[in-house]
């Protein structure tokens, strides 16, 4: 039996229970006749029975009950166990995965560690402007190995009376590359907190940039054996736009003939000379073809004289081949006649043969 009807059986049984018990007692208090002692006889019979039934039914219900609720403790204490149990594999697997990840964390953060000590020591190490010099100088030749052939560029070259960083060669004189570039007071300006001397520090590394390119142009430009412009190599990105960002410096180095790059621009520079080396090549090239091609004519026209004198050689032993074949069927038509005996023919023939000639 369902627990809503239980309920409601329940619920009337124990209405009824209360209306007979309130008949009874108003029946008991007004001292009724003998026909109302026996009606509360019957009524209270009844009730009995009554209670009996619902006792029963009570019962009935409650194990009915007890027996569905015991059925249903058991599947939801099953399925709280089978939750349970995927619950604590989930668990563990996440708890495995998160130890991975936090090993694998803790790797990459010790090799970030172990980058950025290293990097604090190169940048340490590139302090000293000779070491930044062989920095850039090692960046340069790099980059020209990868770009340009061996015999177009010279690293270290003797230039004037000194010595440059780079230089490549070009048909109309040498294009210099310089890489010692001013970075003391760039530094000391970004270290700076105040204002003040950050401007100062800025102001003299602007004049240092100034007489670098001075320095430059009096060292490396000097037509004809150099071109009418050098390069001055910036190694870091960051102070080569400073750099350009500063119109007076733009035109100064302008007026000076020298060119500030950057490692990015120098790679553009060097694309274009290396395409345009490669062009003079294929011009090299296209002239030594031509050149063949005029030798190869030369040749084909004397072959030409000499296959027309083969050609009149021919025609000439042409000639002389039909005038002997002529001769021959003369002697032949005369050796005929002397067979039949017509001698007076056959030595007026030979008068008008003549010599036998072979040329």
Do not use: W
Request: with cysteine; charged share 25%.
């Amino acid at each position: 039996m369902p627990l809503s009807e239980l309920f409601l059986v329940i619920a009337a049984l124990i209405i009824g229970l209360v209306g007979g018990a309130l008949a009874i007692r108003a029946l008991t208090a007004g001292q009724q006749k003998d026909e109302g002692a026996v009606a509360v006889r019957a009524l209270e019979q009844r009730l009995d029975v009554i209670t009996a039934e619902m006792n029963r039914t009570f019962a009935q219900g409650l194990q009915q009950a007890t027996q569905s609720l015991n059925g249903t403790i058991g599947t939801v204490r099953d399925e709280t166990r089978a939750v349970r149990e995927e619950t604590r594999a989930a668990i563990q697997q996440q708890s495995l995965q998160v130890t991975q990840t936090l090993g694998d964390l803790k790797d990459t953060n010790s090799r970030i560690l172990e980058q950025s000590r290293s990097l604090d020591e190169f940048q340490r190490m590139l302090q000293s402007p000779k070491l930044r010099g062989d920095f850039g100088e090692f960046t340069l030749e790099q980059m020209l190995r990868d770009l340009l052939p061996s015999e177009q560029y010279e690293c270290q070259a003797s230039i004037g009376d000194g010595r440059v960083d780079a230089l490549i060669r070009t048909p109309y004189g040498a294009l210099c590359i310089d890489c010692k570039f001013p970075l003391d007071n760039f530094r000391r300006a970004l270290r700076e907190t105040e204002p003040v001397a950050r401007d100062a520090a800025m102001k003299q590394f602007y004049s240092d940039v100034r007489g670098r390119i001075k320095e430059i142009a009096d060292r490396y430009v000097l037509p004809p054996q150099t071109l009418d412009v050098a390069f001055m190599f910036v190694p870091a990105e960051n102070v080569y736009y400073e750099v350009i960002g500063r119109p007076e410096l733009l035109t100064y180095g302008r007026e000076c003939h020298v060119v500030p790059v950057s490692p990015n621009t120098m790679y553009a520079y060097i694309q274009a000379l290396a395409v345009g080396f490669r062009g003079m090549k294929i011009q090299e090239e296209a002239k030594r073809v031509q050149e063949m091609l005029a030798q190869l004519t030369t040749r084909f026209d004397k072959f030409q004289d000499h296959f027309s004198m083969v050609g009149k050689h021919l025609d000439n032993a042409k000639s002389q081949f039909e005038r002997a074949m002529r001769d021959v069927e003369r002697f032949d038509a005369t050796l005929q006649g002397v067979k039949i005996g017509r001698i007076e023919e056959t030595q007026q023939q030979f008068a008008e043969i003549g010599p036998l000639k072979l040329e």
